[in-house]
T-cell receptor
Framework: DSGVTQTPKHLITATGQRVTLRCSPR?????VYWYQQSLDQGLQFLIQ???????AKGNILERFSAQQFPDLHSELNLSSLELGDSALYFC???????????????FGSGTRLTVV | ELKVEQNPLFLSMQEGKNYTIYCNYS?????LYWYRQDPGKSLESLFV?????AVKQEGRLMASLDTKARLSTLHITAAVHDLSATYFC?????????????FGKGTKLSVKP
């Protein structure tokens, strides 16, 4: 157990639907990062939050959004889902903003999303 | 565009043999990360290399970083079946994009008896 908790582990939904993925960072970590892993695109950074504020944005679609709550857990909202959104979505956390961490980033076990 | 290239992408090894995975990157990043992923599982942090010339070892794995050459290597010594997994290297993205790790495509390692 890495200390980063993601729920649900698996999610199957239909095209056009909306889903919410949840992530609780490791205790004491202030930053949360979301990544998407797919066969064709590999691992791609989506977005980062630090202590409730958005800090960095990667290749995140406009249909996707995220937020970090006062208790530091984060949610990734995916809407108007398409078949191509099927992927493994990882959450990672780090103590600070990440770049100056000597400990790297701790990843959760992921949520496997299947859009049918 | 910042790129991270790993080779080989697939590696089939016999137990007891040695091999090296290479990771080249196009940015001037001064740190590099290695992760291991078992099928359908999370990414497990193996090494964080923080400076030029850094060398870290854990069991049969040893990682090194040459920031001038923009090259990191992951050396496997006397491979065992338990090392079968996909190995990723990653570097920090552009300045100001903390946590924006840029990953290589991964090297899928299969160790056979």
């Amino acid at each position: 157990d890495s200390g980063v908790t993601q729920t649900p582990k698996h999610l199957i939904t239909a095209t056009g639907q909306r889903v919410t993925l949840r992530c609780s960072p490791r205790s004491g970590d202030l930053s949360v990062y979301w990544y998407q892993q797919s066969l064709d695109q590999g691992l791609q950074f989506l977005i980062q939050y630090y202590n409730g504020e958005e800090r960095a944005k990667g290749n995140i679609l406009e249909r996707f959004s995220a937020q970090q709550f006062p208790d530091l857990h984060s949610e990734l909202n995916l809407s108007s889902l398409e078949l191509g959104d099927s992927a493994l979505y990882f959450c990672a956390s780090s103590p600070h903003t990440g770049r100056y961490s000597n400990y790297g980033y701790t990843f959760g076990s992921g949520t496997r999303l299947t859009v049918v | 565009e910042l790129k991270v290239e790993q080779n080989p992408l697939f590696l089939s090894m016999q137990e007891g043999k040695n091999y090296t995975i290479y990771c080249n990157y196009s940015t001037t990043s001064d740190r590099l990360y290695w992760y291991r992923q078992d099928p359908g599982k999370s990414l497990e942090s193996l090494f964080v290399l923080l400076s030029n010339g850094a060398v870290k070892q854990e069991g049969r794995l040893m990682a090194s970083l040459d920031t001038k050459a923009r090259l990191s290597t992951l050396h496997i010594t006397a491979a065992v079946h338990d090392l079968s997994a996909t190995y990723f290297c990653a570097v920090d993205g552009k300045e100001g994009s903390q946590g924006n790790l840029i990953f290589g495509k991964g090297t899928k390692l299969s160790v056979k008896p």
